[in-house]
């Protein structure tokens, strides 16, 4: 469960399930060691987008009745985190953010996979075609990048970013996240 309450126009106090939640009682909790807690939320999978502001809209809309706030406010605060794209990249194809928020007591974490690479200057000259988005509570400095980097690191696997980039149901690009997760959690 996520609970959302915050004075910066989001709606609050706010309980949203997460949708690993409520498939079959509560199957992963969060775990308040966030540099462990490799979990994905959402995944997006073959998500059509022709640049990175509709790719921000996408995300805003489908993410804001879940955590309370309006989608133009959430649309902001990604667009604000990703003024320099190329920042974000984490190459191979891959980009991150994250986006502090006091409205959330857990983390959120969304995958967005592209079905044409968007084009934003990455040091490695590739198109980005896979977004991990993660929204946080703040926490000590640190522990959201850990967590970026296990998640990033995993992403990165030819076998798993190839069969990601193929997937076109949510459920089953879900199930994909939710064993490298598993798999994650059992080595750390």
């Known amino acids: 469960m996520h609970l959302v309450s915050d004075s910066s126009g989001c709606e609050g106090p706010k309980v949203v399930p997460s949708p690993v939640e409520t498939q079959e009682g509560s199957a992963m909790a969060h775990d308040l060691t966030y540099d462990r807690d490799t979990h994905i939320d ?3 999978p073959a998500l059509r987008v022709r640049g990175p502001e509709e790719l921000w809209a996408h995300l805003a ?3 804001a009745p879940r955590l309370g706030c309006p989608a133009h406010d959430m649309r902001l605060q990604m667009e604000g985190r990703a003024e320099a794209p190329a920042a974000a990249c984490m190459g191979d194809g891959l980009a991150a953010l994250h986006i502090e928020s006091g409205a959330l007591t857990h983390p959120l974490a969304v995958l967005a996979v592209l079905t044409e690479p968007l084009e934003v200057g990455a040091p490695d000259g590739a198109g980005v ?8 509570p703040p926490e000590p400095q ?3 990048l850990r967590r970026i980097a296990r998640v990033t690191r995993a992403l990165k696997m030819p076998h798993l970013a190839a069969r990601l980039r193929s997937e076109t149901s949510p ?4 199930a994909l996240v939710s064993r490298m997760t598993d798999t994650l959690a059992e080595a750390a």
């Open 129 to 136: 075609d896979m977004v991990y988005l993660l929204l946080s």
């Open 142 to 144: 640190g522990l959201a």
């Open 61 to 63: 809309t489908a993410l």
């Open 42 to 44: 959402l995944v997006f």
């Open 171 to 174: 459920v089953a690009a879900l």
